[in-house]
């Protein structure tokens, strides 16, 4: 799938520990009609084979409704179940190695947590930075806060989109207008509420005025 970067408008990343019980597979189609743009598939303590069955199912869910899907850090499952790309933080796969296995249609997402790195990730290949955390994450506790003038810094310094991302909900948003951010990716603003679709309705209309 080819990138472009209203994609990040509104990025689910997907956890399912709010779901209670229900199935992710009806969150992110829920998220989905409420107008999310892009999801990532986020799994830390699945096994491989579990993982790439979830990818199967999520991955055709987001096809459906042509929707860019990427994995979390794992490029083996993502190549296995033909997503549309994968995100990496500092730690993982450098993006370079990626480009050169996976072609030049592979969205490739990195983590940035400076200038420095988003130079570094840019001139390595990726597609759009992951810049975060700008307020404090229940999915990352120990997260580098980021402040909307770093944001700001970041996203001049690189021609690629960066999106924010770190406990980002419907009542923080507003503050990060003029940040330069081309989307927010939401965690718990959608995956923790009741009715996924009309959170990511109230989120797209936030996010539609400050970007």
Known sequence: MKFDKSQLLLYAVTDRGGLHGKPLSW???????GGVTMVQLREKEMDNASFLAEAREIGAICKKYRIPFL??????????????????????????????????????????????????????????????????????QNAVRIT????REIAESVSIPIVAIGGLNAGNLP?????????????????????????????????????
């Open 27 to 33: 969150a992110v189609e829920q998220a989905i009609a």
């Open 71 to 140: 994995i979390n850090d794992n490029v083996e499952v993502a190549l296995a179940c033909g997503a549309d790309g994968v995100h990496v933080g500092l730690e993982d796969l450098p993006p370079a190695e990626i480009r050169r296995r996976c072609g030049k249609d592979f969205i490739i997402g990195a983590t940035a947590k400076t200038v420095e790195q988003a130079k570094a990730a840019e001139a390595a290949g990726a597609d759009y930075l992951g810049v975060g955390a700008v307020y404090p994450s229940p999915t990352k």
């Open 148 to 151: 909307s003038e770093m944001l």
């Open 175 to 211: 503050p990060l207008a003029g940040s330069g951010i081309a989307g927010a990716a939401v965690v718990s603003a959608l995956f923790s509420r009741e009715d996924p679709q009309q959170a990511a309705e109230e989120l797209r209309q936030i996010l539609q005025k400050i970007i």
